[in-house]
């Protein structure tokens, strides 16, 4: 059963607009939220971690929140540009440390066009 | 330069051929692991290695085996390659404490199994 659902699958937008990534999760407990950003044929580099109860973050043109009583994080990309097309994964952590768990979604496809 | 290095980036091997993917890090990272991604899915655990030859199965490690003798090198077998391991596979490591972003991916390696 899928522990962490991303929503859209796919998007695309054009160059300068502002989009939101959506992730729902059920994984208990909950013990910090990843997003990581996915290049075409590429590892994974994250791009923040958030942590408390109802947590934000800012990290440049890429901001997140988590609610961990509504298990949800969303993902703002601000003024998007072409070099922002990858996928976008979410990941929650049931643990703090490396005997945790790592609970991947599938991913949100982001197209920037020009 | 903090680093996790796969090799080889792309394999082709017929069934029931042995397969040996290698996974190099230069943070000194105690845990390391090995994730297949497929089309659709998140990453999912096959084995996790708190050190050297310390390791644990995750949660699809059914036809791999792994090899840590060195904290630096990590490495996954398949023993007689079957088509349905087909996927791209990730290594990555990271120190015992997860509350920050310090987790590496490689770039991955892509295997097709004929």
């Known amino acids: 059963k899928t522990q962490v659902e991303q929503s859209p699958q796919s998007l695309v937008v054009r160059q300068g607009e502002n989009c939101v990534l959506q992730?729902?999760?059920?994984?208990?407990?909950?013990?910090?939220l990843r997003w990581f950003k996915q290049d075409t044929g590429k590892g994974l580099v994250s791009l923040t971690v958030l942590v408390d109860q109802k947590d934000k973050t800012s990290n440049g043109r890429y901001s997140a929140t988590l609610d961990k009583d509504a298990k949800h994080s969303t993902l703002h990309i601000t003024a998007t540009l072409l070099d922002d097309t990858a996928t976008y994964i979410c990941v929650v952590g049931d643990r703090g440390s490396a005997l945790g768990r790592l609970h991947f979604g599938a991913g949100t496809q982001l197209i920037v066009i020009p | 330069d903090m680093k996790v290095t796969q090799m080889p980036r792309y394999l082709i091997k017929r069934m029931g051929e042995n397969v040996l993917l290698e996974c190099g890090q230069d943070m000194s990272h105690e845990t390391m692991y090995w994730y297949r991604q497929d089309p659709g899915l998140g990453l999912q655990l096959i084995y996790i290695s708190y050190d050297v030859d310390s390791n644990s199965e995750g949660d699809i490690p059914k036809g791999y085996r792994v090899s840590r003798k060195k904290r630096e090198h990590f490495s996954l077998i398949l023993d007689s390659a079957k088509t349905n391991q087909t996927s791209v596979y990730f290594c990555?490591?990271?120190?015992?404490?997860?509350?920050?972003?310090?987790?590496?991916f490689g770039h991955g390696t892509k295997l097709s199994v004929l």
């Open positions: 990555a490591s990271s120190p015992p404490d997860r509350g920050d972003e310090r987790l590496f």
């Open positions: 992730c729902n999760y059920s994984v208990t407990p909950d013990n910090h």
